[in-house]
């Protein structure tokens, strides 16, 4: 089970550091992904990052300003967004997989509910 937090509003120019928790110790070949969905719009990829080694992944629109990161400790996930443009308005989602890094919606097996990001200009 995930739980994501840390949404809210912000103005444009701003921080905000969502968090997902889960729930079961994560093992192996782990992976844990944030994706948004835009009023309006079809739900898409923000970022995913492997628990083991580190590596990660994330869309064009979001590089130099978001950043995963993870913490073993805590079975948490991290997902700070700086410099927000109103286009980052979404819900954000947390998910989960085994297996490779991957971007698309259908290969994620475990999703948290979502948190609102509101970007105002």
């Known amino acids: 089970q995930l739980q994501a937090s840390g949404g809210g509003l912000v103005q444009a120019g701003g921080s905000l550091r969502l968090s997902c928790a889960a729930s079961?110790?994560?093992?192996?070949?782990?992976?844990m992904g944030w994706f948004r969905q835009p009023p309006g719009k079809d739900l898409e990829f923000v970022a995913a990052?492997?628990?083991?080694?580190?590596?990660?992944d994330h869309t064009d629109s979001v590089s130099g300003r978001f950043s995963i990161f993870r913490d073993n400790a805590k079975n948490t996930v991290y997902l700070q967004m700086d410099n927000l443009k109103p286009d980052d308005t979404a819900v954000y989602f947390c998910?989960?997989?085994?297996?490779?890094?991957?971007?698309?919606?259908?290969?994620?097996?475990?999703w948290g509910q979502g948190t609102l990001v509101t970007v105002s200009s």
């Open positions: 998910a989960a997989k085994y297996g490779e890094l991957k971007t698309r919606t259908t290969d994620y097996t475990s």
């Open positions: 990052i492997k628990w083991i080694g580190g590596m990660t």
């Open positions: 079961r110790r994560t093992f192996g070949s782990f992976v």
